[in-house]
């Protein structure tokens, strides 16, 4: 059973930094394709960040609006995908959720919400002016 579980949310102060972890169980990231997407209040789910780790690269992409500030990276031996988000604003405030793909669409990595099948529960981060 593919479970993801998230950890790291809180509310920090605008150019602050958190760093985001996503537990996974059930299955082996390294032969999915992972990402972190987000909801604000009042809008709809966005593609974040997102990873793919093959068998000599890794391939990664981003939001416009976080290149530059956010990170994503995974870690096999524990089976946990993370999200570092630096110099952070208060319209990054929403909740943040991992998620896992066996296949996409197209493209060698993506951050389409509908190519993804599991999803965790999400975490909240606020972010404060």
């Known amino acids: 059973q593919v479970q993801l579980v998230e950890h790291g949310g809180g509310s920090v102060q605008a150019g602050e930094s958190l760093r985001l972890s996503c537990s996974a169980s059930?299955?082996?990231?390294?032969?999915?394709?992972m990402g972190w997407f987000r909801q604000a209040p009042g809008k709809e789910r966005e593609g974040v960040a997102t990873?793919?780790?093959?068998?000599?690269?890794?391939?990664?992409d981003y939001a416009d609006s976080v290149k530059g500030r956010f990170t994503i990276s995974q870690d096999n031996a524990k089976n946990t995908l993370y999200l570092q988000m630096n110099s952070m604003k208060p319209e990054d405030t929403a909740i943040y959720y991992c998620?896992?793909?066996?296949?996409?669409?197209?493209?060698?990595?993506?951050?389409?919400?509908?190519?993804?099948?599991?999803w965790g529960q999400g975490t909240q981060v606020t972010v404060s002016s």
């Open positions: 059930g299955f082996t990231p390294n032969d999915y394709y």
């Open positions: 990873i793919y780790v093959g068998v000599r690269n890794y391939y990664t």
């Open positions: 998620a896992a793909a066996k296949s996409i669409l197209y493209g060698v990595v993506s951050l389409r919400q509908d190519d993804y099948q599991y």
